[in-house]
């Protein structure tokens, strides 16, 4: 079997918008979090960090739901 041939066995993937939004969203978070620790001033406290996490994840976890129904309706 051919190099190129094994690679078919594999399902392709889709594209998946919730993943891409958790990355952006986490890779923010993660940012905010470096900089408030270099910092000597706080750049963001948890009164805003706490509902800023969960209102993303809430977000993320909608998006997640509404393109699992799409991809479910095309098979």
Known sequence: MTPER???RRPRRRFDPGALIAGV???????LFL???????TVAGP????????????VVGMIRV???SRRRDRH
Do not use: K, Q, W
Request: proline content about 3%; aromatic content about 6%; overall charge negative.
């Open 47 to 58: 009164e805003v960090l706490i509902p800023a996490l969960l209102i993303g994840l809430g």
């Open 6 to 8: 094994a690679g078919d």
């Open 66 to 68: 509404l393109t699992r």
């Open 25 to 31: 969203f986490f890779v923010g978070v993660a940012l």
């Open 35 to 41: 900089v408030n620790g270099m910092s000597d001033d």
